[in-house]
T-cell receptor
Framework: QKEVEQNSGPLSVPEGAIASLNCTYSDRGSQSFFWYRQYSGKSPELIMFIYSNGDKEDGRFTAQLNKASQYVSLLIRDSQPSDSATYLCAKGTGANNLFFGTGTRLTVIP | DVKVTQSSRYLVKRTGEKVFLECVQDMDHENMFWYRQDPGLGLRLIYFSYDVKMKEKGDIPEGYSVSREKKERFSLILESASTNQTSMYLC???????????FGQGTRLTVV
């Protein structure tokens, strides 16, 4: 079983809609979770991190973590064409390691 | 502003050559990572280092080695390059405790 699993998509949503990106992970000991955005030809950049169960909001982005279900998600409200990118879920372990999922490609249609 | 700098953006090497990819960070981060990124496979960890001269194997260390003689520099070495090592290589760094990881601009390596 992979450490982090994501639906590779592609996911298409109309402009202004909510985009929902999901990620499941193995190892209940995982403590920290990250969402990165990667534009084509560019390096990943951090959008949000979450450590505790529940929701964390930052502007149009909301990360949700459910440790019992080993599930983390990212919601993007009022999606914009500039949000079109690949979104990478990552989990951190106590050994200072960082495991990434394969990424979900999101397209926001104007 | 955190900066992670990789020595080359594009590199073309011949099969069997020894290849060095260099990465330097300027934020005094303890952790440094080397990933390769391939379509459909995402980011796969090759090696990481949590301190000078310390290294740990990631998911796909075969055919690679690393060196960290100074805190700011982490080198990835392809001992004998092969065509299946053609890929995008990404270096990253972070503080201990696994806060945000910052990435370099990537090196696209082609082995012919």
């Amino acid at each position: 079983q992979k450490e982090v699993e994501q639906n590779s998509g592609p996911l298409s949503v109309p402009e202004g809609a909510i985009a929902s990106l999901n990620c499941t992970y193995s190892d209940r000991g995982s403590q920290s979770f990250f969402w990165y955005r990667q534009y084509s030809g560019k390096s990943p950049e951090l959008i949000m991190f979450i450590y505790s169960n529940g929701d964390k909001e930052d502007g149009r982005f909301t990360a949700q973590l459910n440790k019992a279900s080993q599930y983390v998600s990212l919601l993007i409200r009022d999606s914009q064409p500039s949000d079109s990118a690949t979104y990478l879920c990552a989990k951190g372990t106590g050994a200072n390691n960082l495991f990434f999922g394969t990424g979900t490609r999101l397209t926001v249609i104007p | 502003d955190v900066k992670v700098t990789q020595s080359s953006r594009y590199l073309v090497k011949r099969t069997g050559e020894k290849v060095f990819l260099e990465c330097v960070q300027d934020m005094d981060h303890e952790n440094m990572f080397w990933y390769r990124q391939d379509p459909g496979l995402g980011l796969r960890l090759i090696y990481f280092s949590y301190d000078v001269k310390m290294k740990e194997k990631g998911d796909i260390p075969e055919g690679y080695s690393v060196s960290r003689e100074k805190k700011e520099r982490f080198s990835l070495i392809l001992e004998s390059a092969s065509t299946n090592q053609t890929s995008m290589y990404l270096c990253a760094s972070s503080r201990t405790g696994l806060t945000e990881a910052f990435f370099g601009q990537g090196t696209r390596l082609t082995v012919v």
